[in-house]
């Protein structure tokens, strides 16, 4: 079993800019892709960045748009999300996810975080 635990969440100011970290145990994050999703209150939960395990490439969601940056250390076992230029659109809960297949479907990954909210005030 693999346990996430997303930390870097809070409030911050429109134009701002946040880093998130996800932390994994249990297992080791090497043959795991990783990505960050979020879910705005009644709303669907959209992918923001995947990062792969085999040659760390990275893809992100339209709602990105250049702002964010999808990163991993497999040596400490975390992923990082920096996120830049933030907007209020972007408020939402941000959570860590893991899984064998590259995918930009939620439903392809089998470890997830509590998720981390992240408020963007305007």
């Known amino acids: 079993q693999m346990q996430l635990v997303e930390s870097g969440g809070g409030l911050v100011q429109a134009g701002g800019s946040l880093r998130l970290s996800c932390l994994a145990t249990?297992?080791?994050?090497?043959?795991?892709?990783m990505g960050w999703f979020r879910q705005a209150p009644g709303k669907e939960r959209d992918l923001v960045a995947l990062?792969?395990?085999?040659?760390?490439?990275?893809y992100y969601g339209d709602i990105v748009q250049g702002r964010f940056t999808i990163s991993r250390d497999n040596a400490k076992n975390t992923v990082d999300l920096q996120m830049s230029n933030l907007e209020p659109e972007d408020t939402a809960v941000y959570l860590c996810?893991?899984?064998?297949?590259?995918?930009?479907?939620?439903?392809?990954?089998?470890?997830w975080g509590q998720g981390i909210q992240v408020t963007v005030s305007s």
């Open positions: 996810a893991a899984g064998e297949q590259f995918s930009t479907k939620a439903e392809h990954y089998r470890y």
């Open positions: 249990g297992r080791a994050i090497n043959y795991f892709n």
């Open positions: 990062i792969r395990y085999i040659d760390a490439s990275t």
